[in-house]
Nanobody, 121 residues
Framework: QVHVVESGGGLVQPGGSLRLSCAASGSFGSIRPMGWHRQAPGKERELVAGIILAGITNYADSVKGRFTISRDSAKNTIYLQMNSLKPEDTGVYYC???????????????WGQGTQVTVSS
């Protein structure tokens, strides 16, 4: 099994900052949190930022220069530092993790429950 837990969301004014955390754990092998996605009301879920084992990161164009994804390998946790927040950043932010199950099959679609981010004055 894989457990993915996000935290750090909240209400913030435009121009403000938030830091999200995502911790992954469980009994499967090679569990690793991989990225942040968000889903705005009435829209599909989209990738915001990802980080791979080598530490290489990628970002959606809409957040480049404002968001930073980082990792604490010892805690098996990734973070999303969000600065200069805009109303269009509002949505539920989800973290996904990858893991290898008991049969050795690798999947990267283990999701947490999400954390709400609302940017509003």
């Amino acid at each position: 099994q894989v457990h993915v837990v996000e935290s750090g969301g909240g209400l913030v004014q435009p121009g403000g900052s938030l830091r999200l955390s995502c911790a992954a754990s469980g009994s499967f092998g090679s569990i690793r949190p991989m990225g942040w996605h968000r889903q705005a009301p009435g829209k599909e879920r989209e990738l915001v930022a990802g980080i791979i084992l080598a530490g290489i990161t990628n970002y959606a164009d809409s957040v480049k220069g404002r968001f930073t994804i980082s990792r604490d390998s010892a805690k098996n946790t990734i973070y999303l530092q969000m600065n200069s927040l805009k109303p269009e950043d509002t949505g539920v932010y989800y973290c996904n993790a990858g893991a290898r199950d008991y049969r050795g099959t690798y999947r990267d679609d283990y999701w947490g429950q999400g954390t709400q981010v609302t940017v509003s004055s």
